[in-house]
């Protein structure tokens, strides 16, 4: 057969390589065509989807990658594709589908035929195996994580977390040719280029109530050998001309004796590199040892997921830390000479005012070269989420606006508008201290880098609105609430 798998356009500029396409792609490739799409990479609309793809390549299958922000285009390309030949077969994936199976296909089912919840590395294969076969009667109850139509009844099967995960193969690098891709990655800033990510482990033990991670993984930490590792950055370092590797896993530190072995089979290849983790990393796990090796290895930054300057609010998260054990923690990665970029949250459940003011004052005493403030997401399937929809605190969801640099939930109290200027502020006051700014500007690689930071600005800071339409979750501040100019003072 051939297949079709997407990456939709939407309002990211993050553009960067799709893993779970690439892993996807490797596991069928043997015995069917396929072709990996990123539309976000080649601005591909749904009318140029239909014109320059669907016409050129009349694929049997298309399989579009969905997180929650995607939906709008999710659903103009399956429009796109049913209108032009309605006998494609639709199946959509990703953390969305996986994070509430059934409301999440239900949302979209005017044009998808399938769905697939969790890691599909197992049951896409057999799926697309079976539809290639005439001969039998399909059997939908044996593919794992499918989601699908039984009559009138939605049926979501069970998932699949392959323990091994070296048997899943090695991603399809030369259809996802991370080598082609501009500066604009995960991470801002970059030490070399080009840049490709590169996961470890799978899984993540913790219960933080915002973070979809164990959903989509589950909560048992699975490892890569690391054979398998070290033999995929020699192949993207010799053949594609890789020079830096973002491990992007949730936990990459988790095991710490298993992450000493990796980085010192890092450092035995005797590359010329530069490594980053740019999803962060849980500073509970860090040691002098495994600090020093990371040096070693060609790690340039320490990323770290702070999230709130407040106890009480860490607590409600369960980040299973405290405000003086992050300072002490951040301590250690400084006497090892890391540059340390932090995420923060604001706008969390139950937040005020001065609760945001600690977590906005926490990252100007912390010793940081970068912060990043992201409005609170309440993303499906979520604790945070559940406890929402339980006090009635989401309605007349707009899917759309899923993005961290809008404001798609604000806590009771606080405006949107409010919520938004106060995380305009804190960027302007963290970034405009002559040192930061300085050091930052002298990080800037070229005009291209330039122009996608100046874009990053622009769509994080500046802009207000990126659609028309309202936002996901409304609240109209209580009447004596205001903006509290020394809330950021």
Known sequence: MKVLLVKPNNLSDHIQPSLGLAYLAERIRDRHDVLILDCIKEDIGPAKFVQTVLKDWRPDVVGIQCYTFDLGNVRKLLKATKEWNPDIITVVGGAHISSDPIRAFDNLEENLDFAFSGEAETGFPKFIDMLNDPTTEPDYFSIPGLVWKNDQELVANPVYLEEDLDSLGDPAWDLIRPDLYPESQHGAFFDKFPIAPIITTRGCPYSCTFCSAPILSGKKLRHHSKEYVLRNISNLYHNYGIREFHIVDDNFTQDIDYAKTIVRGIISLNLDISLAMPNGIRMDYLDDELLELLKEAGL???????????????????????????????????????????????????????????????????????????????????????????????????????????????????????????????????????????????????????????????????????????FVVHHEPAPEATFSAPALK
Request: zero cysteines; charged letters at 30%; aromatic letters at 12%.
């Open 300 to 470: 340039y930054l320490v990323s770290i997921a702070v999230e709130s300057g407040n106890d009480e609010i860490l607590k409600k998260m369960k980040k299973g830390t405290k405000v003086h054990k992050i300072h002490r923690d951040v301590k250690l990665i400084k006497k090892h000479g890391f540059d340390i970029a932090a995420f923060f949250i604001l706008g969390f459940p139950e937040e005020t005012l001065e609760t945001i003011q600690d977590t906005i004052d926490l990252s100007m005493e912390l010793p940081l070269l970068r912060a990043n403030y992201f409005t609170f997401l309440p993303l499906p399937g979520t604790e945070s989420y559940h406890l929402l929809e339980e006090n009635g605190e989401i309605d007349n969801v707009d899917w759309d606006n899923y993005y961290i640099m809008s404001a798609a939930y604000t806590p009771p109290g606080i405006k949107r508008e409010e919520l938004l200027e106060i995380k305009k502020k804190a960027f302007l006051k963290f970034y405009l201290r002559p040192r930061i700014l300085i050091r930052n500007l002298l990080s800037i690689k070229n005009y291209s880098h330039f122009k996608f930071l100046v874009k990053r600005f622009y769509n994080w800071v500046i802009v207000k609105d990126h659609h028309s339409t309202d």
